[in-house]
């Protein structure tokens, strides 16, 4: 079991930078695949950002590819997204989510724990 808590939202301008962190509890956090996915309103939970378990791997959506930055500490057992350069339709609630299994994945029907999410606003 893992249980995941997103910290780090908040209302930033266009342009500017958020990091967005992710706790995680359990021992054998290093054991899984951590990724981002985001919803804003109306709309569908997409992916956005996924790092393997040992960090050695990363996939970035191409809405964010160059702007964000995923990466993770396994000691500490977190997660986080370090987002730049900031536009209005990043404006969203940003997910932290798990698997236990090797694979970074783009749907969200393949990641069994998530946490409640951080809000994300972007002013233009």
């Known amino acids: 079991q893992v249980q995941l808590v997103e910290s780090g939202g908040g209302l930033v301008q266009a342009g500017g930078s958020l990091r967005l962190s992710c706790a995680a509890s359990g021992r054998t956090f290093s054991m899984y695949t951590m990724v981002w996915f985001r919803q804003a309103p109306g709309k569908e939970r997409d992916f956005i950002a996924g790092i393997s378990w040992s960090a050695g791997s990363t996939y970035y959506a191409d809405s964010v590819k160059g702007r964000f930055t995923i990466s993770r500490d396994n000691a500490k057992n977190t997660v986080n997204l370090q987002m730049n350069s900031l536009k209005s339709e990043d404006t969203a609630v940003y997910y932290c989510?798990?698997?236990?299994?090797?694979?970074?994945?783009?749907?969200?029907?393949?990641?069994?724990?998530w946490g409640k999410g951080t809000e994300v606003t972007v002013s233009s």
């Open positions: 989510a798990a698997r236990r299994y090797s694979g970074i994945l783009y749907s969200p029907n393949d990641y069994d724990y």
